[in-house]
């Protein structure tokens, strides 16, 4: 009887098993793309795409600070599901240089999904090591009244180092020789200025190459360097006037066009020797390393052929000897929110309610608007106040304070009922503000009816919809009463005045 038993459980028990292995498959969810791989930008939405649709089509679009994936080191920013199957992350400041990072996707993820696992939840990535990115040589007189000149190198990294910690492992050996230099720099930088203390040069080209030891390691970074930074210069001859470099960037509302030269230039007219085509009016700023041309004329979606004529002149003594010809092009320009005068909060309730903002290459923005209560206006003004939209699941607000050991800020939230509340929200097309010079009009007046009480102090945020970090913000105050404190040595004077008349308030 016992085999009879037996051998009847046998395929009942293979059965069983197969129908739990083939469920637990059928449960499993797994990550089908992620850009959250290798090497990531230290600005940049991370991406996870499953292969099963897990979020409902009513709730995408919305930022969420459910912690759906937690990251180690810590990043602050927030989720927002761009279907059923992709989820981003936009963090709200930059990732720490030369770090690895390790991203485990939670269960959270499955929430509203008949899922009950994540295949392959451990995802690592990293930011780009500590890089020399550009090493520059110009002639700079040292001592203007004996008339003494020096090789000056700018080095330029990818990240903010510690110039003492440059300092010990940086060498350089000019035809072979160990050569003395100077660090012009203090503290942390990521363009860091040396000299060669006694070099005598002849009307010759001399090759020199610069050596950083190993274990050199960025600010606030994570990983040190696991080799030498090693480079060859060429160090030009004093008496001739080369162009090293020429760089162009913009910022939406004006352009700049960087020159290099293998020595300073001297204060003759600039742009007697400079043309551009077509024509454009600037103003020179001189640099160490050049020269710097400034003007908001320039078209960020133009294109400038330039000439640089012979003839040019260096502090030194060079002298450029052949026309440089050359071509400049802005590309495109990064997103950027910022207020164009954060300095003044004063709204007269009887006024146009306008305030001016920067928006550049960011289509759609969100207007988020908070009441700040009155007994919360000192947290406020000293931690800074970052609102979480009323489309969240948590809107609790958010007061920053500077860890000064970690070396980044550290977010705590505290209830909207001391801190103050969202009371509105609404996108906006960039192209429906209207224009004013380089910006755009913001009329807080027209969301008066929306507003609980037309007084007070309020906290205007804008952001861009799509990348968390890009955003700006501001208190304005909706006041007929205009105030002006001045600290004294013992005293402290407020001076109270009416917006609707030039009389001043007793009291």
């Known amino acids: 009887m016992r085999n009879k038993y037996f051998l009847a459980a046998i395929p009942i028990t293979i059965g069983m098993i197969a129908i739990f292995l083939s469920s637990c498959k059928r449960n499993y969810v797994a990550l089908d793309y992620t850009n959250a791989k290798g090497e990531v930008a230290q600005l940049s939405n991370l991406v996870f795409r499953f292969n099963k649709s897990l979020y409902p089509d009513s709730l995408i679009n919305n930022w969420d600070s459910t912690d759906y994936i937690s990251f180690e080191p810590k990043i602050n920013g927030r989720f927002r599901w761009n279907g059923p199957d992709e989820l981003v992350f936009s963090p709200d400041q930059p990732l720490l240089p030369a770090t690895n990072y390790k991203a ?3 269960d959270e993820v499955l929430r509203y999904s008949k899922f009950n696992n994540v295949k392959d939840d451990k995802i690592n990535f990293y930011t780009s090591p500590l890089q020399l990115d550009d090493a520059q040589v110009t002639w700079v007189l040292a001592d203007e009244s004996r008339h003494l000149a020096v090789p000056q190198i700018n080095l330029r990294f990818n990240y903010p180092v510690k110039v003492d910690d440059l300092k010990d492992k940086f060498r350089i050996d000019v035809e072979g020789v160990k050569t003395d230099f100077s660090i012009q720099n203090i503290g942390t930088t990521n363009a860091v200025t040396i000299r060669l203390n006694g070099f005598k040069g002849e009307d010759k080209n001399y090759e020199a190459e610069i050596s950083i030891d190993k274990g050199l390691k960025p600010e606030k970074g994570g990983n040190s360097t696991k080799d030498p930074i090693k480079t060859i210069l060429s160090i030009p001859s004093p008496y001739v006037l080369n162009v090293n470099n020429v760089e162009s960037e913009h910022d939406g509302t004006e352009g700049l066009v960087h020159i290099y ?14 043309k551009f085509s077509p024509a454009v009016s600037y103003t020179v700023q001189y640099e160490d390393y050049g020269v710097t041309l400034r003007s908001d004329k320039f078209d960020s979606e133009n294109s400038y052929t330039f000439t640089i004529n012979k003839g040019l002149r260096g502090t030194v003594g060079g002298i450029l000897k052949e026309e440089y010809n050359g071509s400049i092009a802005f590309g ?4 950027d929110i910022k207020f164009t005068n954060n300095k003044a909060i004063y709204l007269s309730k009887k006024g146009g309610g306008n305030i001016e903002v920067r928006i ?17 206006l000192l947290m406020a003004d000293r931690y800074g106040y970052d609102p979480q939209d009323n489309d969240e699941e948590n809107s609790d607000a958010q007061y920053a304070s500077y860890n000064e050991e970690e070396g980044n800020y550290e977010y705590r939230g505290y209830s909207n009922d001391l801190a103050g509340d ?4 609404k996108e906006i097309d960039t192209r429906s503000l209207p224009k004013s010079g380089s910006g755009r009009l913001l009329n807080i007046s027209q969301f008066e009816d929306r507003l609980p009480d037309v007084k007070g102090i309020y906290h205007v945020m804008i952001r861009s919809t799509n990348d968390y970090w890009i955003r700006d913000s501001r208190f304005i105050s909706f006041s007929d009463i205009g105030l002006i404190a001045k600290q004294g040595q013992d ?17």
């Open 104 to 106: 485990t996707i939670k």
């Open 261 to 274: 030269t293998s020595q300073q230039l001297s204060g003759q007219t600039i742009s007697s020797f400079i």
């Open 332 to 335: 495109q320009l990064e997103s």
């Open 360 to 376: 550049t290459n960011t289509p759609k923005v969100k207007l988020v608007i908070s009441k700040i209560y009155e007994n919360n």
């Open 422 to 425: 969202v009371i509105y929200t």
């Open 491 to 507: 005293k402290l004077f407020v001076f109270a005045n009416s917006l609707k008349t030039a009389n001043g308030i007793e009291g």
